[in-house]
Each structure stands twice: as structure tokens, then as C-alpha cells.
């Protein structure tokens, strides 16, 4: 069935590096995809989104990047912290259709080193 | 504002029984969507209710079953349960009206499920 994937299942970078977490997506009905954020023990925190319309979004520190002709998604984390160390989840769906069902990805371990 | 509130947060049973999970969306929130997560398969939807009906159902069996009550929580059931059913459930709230924004999807901190 379609799904969203990740390209790497665990990342380890640096203080103060920018990290980049990339998420393939196969569903061409999906136009709204989002990048949650879950720490230990703790549900997904959303992050940010972004719209099958563009091609990029920033947030603070966050930038989402959509390739809709490849089918593919990143978020960069600029200046990655301490606090950024948790596995990011990237989601699609599909907003026209009636309910409000996400297909995640597997996720992406990142691992931020002091 | 109080989040999304999950209750219980960790139990454990054993094959055969049935559980009952419960959520409290945020208030004023109308749509309420039950998730699976376990480390083989991630994160899998597992149902969505709007107004006390089922919009959506994801591709579990019918020992999954869920309601929403006239104030907008939600239960979920497991009947006989299995080994494969040891998960965090996590539940997510949002306001949608006609078009979903995920961007109004909260979740809650899950009820673990251990099945032994």
C-alpha cells in the first residue's frame, strides 16, 4: 500500500550543526504533510507543515522543503541543540478527504552530541 | 488550556482480555483520532470520530473498536487481546470543520499497553 518512508533511520550531529532529516512519500493525493517531533515517553509534538502549493516553509530554526516532483520531504534544524534529540516523524494525508487520517514514516533518530 | 488527556497510562494484560482506553480531547476540540505505535510498524492510524460517528477506520481488525460521547471523549476497545497488541496508543484531538489542518492535530502522551 502507499506509505511514507525515511531515507536514514538515525542521525548524529554535532552542537551547533544543521541537521537535515529527509522523508520520501508515495501518495500523489496527499497535499498537506507535516514533521512531528517525540520525545522519550511523550506523544508527537508537531513541529511544522507545509501545503502541496509550496515548496518551502520556515519556522523558527525549522525549514521544511517539499519536492513534489520527486516526491520528497525534508526538514532542516539549524543550529541543532541538545534538546533537539528525538525521533522526528514526517506525516502525510490527504485534506480533501473527508476525515483527518496521517500516514507517518517510520521515523529518524536524532542524536545531538555536546 | 489542558492538553490531551490519556488515561491509563501503562498497564498490563494478558492474552485474552479486553482493555479500555480513554481520551479527553482539548476543549472544544470535536474530532478525536486514535493511533497505534510500535517499533516494528511506527505509527498506524487506527480510527477517527467526529461528532460521535466514525469518519475513518484504518486497517485493523474488528477486535478494535472505539466511541465518542456527546462531549467530545473517546473510548477505544481491544477484545481478546494478543501478544501483537503491546503498543503506545496514543490519542489526537483537533478542531477541524469541513478541511482538516493538521496543524491543529494534538496528541496526547499515550496509554502503554503491555499484553503478557
Known amino acids: 500500500g502507499e506509505s511514507v518512508g525515511l531515507h536514514l533511520p538515525t542521525l548524529s550531529v554535532q552542537e551547533g550543526d544543521n541537521s537535515i532529516i529527509n522523508c520520501a512519500y508515495s501518495?500523489?493525493?496527499?497535499?498537506?504533510f507535516i514533521w512531528y517531533k517525540q520525545e522519550s515517553g511523550k506523544g508527537p509534538q508537531f513541529i511544522i507543515d507545509?501545503?502541496?502549493?509550496?515548496d518551502k516553509r520556515q519556522g523558527q530554526r525549522v525549514t521544511v522543503l517539499l519536492n513534489k516532483t520527486v516526491k520528497h520531504l525534508s526538514l532542516q534544524i539549524a543550529a541543532t541543540q541538545p534538546g533537539d534529540s528525538a525521533v522526528y516523524f514526517c506525516?502525510?494525508?490527504?485534506?480533501?478527504?473527508?476525515?483527518?487520517?496521517?500516514?507517518f514514516g517510520k521515523g529518524t533518530k536524532l542524536s545531538v552530541i555536546p | 488550556k489542558a492538553g490531551v488527556t490519556q488515561t491509563p497510562r501503562y498497564l498490563i494484560k494478558t492474552r485474552g482480555q479486553q482493555v479500555t482506553l480513554s481520551c479527553s480531547p482539548i476543549?472544544?476540540?470535536?474530532?478525536v483520532s486514535w493511533y497505534q505505535q510500535t517499533p516494528g510498524q511506527g505509527l498506524q492510524f487506527l480510527f477517527e470520530?467526529?461528532?460521535?460517528?466514525?469518519?475513518n477506520k484504518g486497517n485493523f481488525p474488528g477486535r478494535f473498536s472505539g466511541r465518542q460521547f456527546s462531549n467530545s471523549r473517546s473510548e477505544m476497545n481491544v477484545s481478546t487481546l494478543e501478544l501483537g497488541d503491546s503498543a503506545l496508543y496514543l490519542c489526537?484531538?483537533?478542531?477541524?470543520?469541513?478541511?482538516?489542518?493538521?496543524?491543529?492535530?494534538?496528541f496526547g502522551e499515550g496509554s502503554r499497553l503491555t499484553v503478557l
Open positions: 489526537a484531538s483537533s478542531y477541524p470543520a469541513t478541511r482538516p489542518r493538521a496543524g491543529e492535530l494534538f
Open positions: 501518495n500523489s493525493a496527499s497535499d498537506y
Open positions: 507545509i501545503r502541496s502549493n509550496m
Open positions: 506525516a502525510e494525508t490527504d485534506s480533501g478527504a473527508g476525515s483527518y487520517q496521517l500516514t
Open positions: 476543549s472544544g476540540h470535536r474530532s
Open positions: 470520530y467526529f461528532s460521535e460517528t466514525q469518519r
